[in-house]
């Protein structure tokens, strides 16, 4: 010891390897930041091409009616009970479906019997007609739930579908690693392949979720659900209120975008899981 102390390091000096580390990311993705603000500049120049075409309020509304109408909507109480009932159903499918898909990737893992006995269970899910599910979960459910249902049958086989293509992706050696050394079925499932399933999934978690919600709204206009976004929507169109519908489709999108940016970072934490670049 002789007696000197090391100074505090500088909020800046602290900040700097962040700074570097942003702007070396900055450097790497440029043209993906550039491109995608391409084209969103493209989409919105459509969507003003299209209102000046048209030229009628009453069948495409102006980008800034649309953007007065969604600040109407965010100052109303009943809209946040809509959205956040809309948001529970559009959770609750998501979180369903991947449940599920899960437990029966699991067991068409462990059995190559029960993964061919439940393949065509898989086919009619993935070809079941969402309205027609829809019409008919009016007479057999509550409309509140109705969504939840439609919401997960469509998820189900396709997150399922992701499980079992990320199986068939694991390394065959090390099954035959687990089966030389005496593993049990057991911890080959939980340690190998479920491992090995999950990080294709949770790569797609963001575009799972808002892909449900997009069948949640759609959904909730279909069977008339109280107090939700797709109830609003609807009211919006028979009361011919454009600008109003306009907005409530926006917000859906911007949502489910903000849904596959906010779990963008599970696809860092699969790379790491897996060893790749983002570790």
Do not use: C
């Amino acid at each position: 010891m002789n007696g000197k102390q090391t100074p505090p390091r500088s909020a800046a000096a602290s900040f700097a390897p962040r700074r570097k580390r942003l702007a070396a990311h900055f450097r790497e993705h440029k043209w993906t930041y550039f491109l995608s603000a391409l084209s969103l500049a493209a989409m919105w120049g459509i969507w003003a091409a299209a209102y000046f075409a048209v030229g009628n309020d009453y069948v495409v509304a102006s980008f800034s009616d649309t953007v007065r109408a969604l600040g109407v909507l965010l100052g109303e109480g009943s809209f946040w009970r809509a959205f956040g009932f809309t948001l529970l159903r559009t959770l609750a499918g998501w979180l369903l479906a991947f449940a599920f898909a899960v437990l029966f990737a699991a067991a068409s893992a462990a059995s190559k019997k029960f993964r061919i006995f439940f393949a065509p269970f898989i086919s009619v899910f993935r070809t079941l007609p969402t309205m027609a599910i829809a019409l008919m979960l009016m007479i057999w459910s509550d409309p509140r739930v109705a969504p939840v249902i439609v919401s997960f049958l469509m998820l189900f086989p396709v997150t399922y579908a992701q499980l079992m293509a990320a199986y068939g992706g694991i390394d065959g050696k090390l099954f035959e690693m687990a089966r030389v050394y005496g593993v049990s079925r057991k911890d080959v499932l939980w340690r190998i392949a479920v491992p090995g399933m999950l990080p294709a999934v949770f790569s797609q978690a963001g575009a799972n979720l808002s892909l449900s919600l997009k069948v949640t709204v759609s959904a909730e206009v279909l069977v008339s659900t109280l107090h939700s976004l797709g109830s609003m929507m609807q009211n919006a169109s028979m009361n011919v209120q454009i600008a109003r519908m306009f907005a409530l489709t926006l917000l859906a999108l911007l949502v489910g975008g903000l849904f596959a940016f906010a779990l963008g970072f599970l696809k860092r934490i699969t790379r790491r899981w897996q060893g790749g670049e983002g570790a």
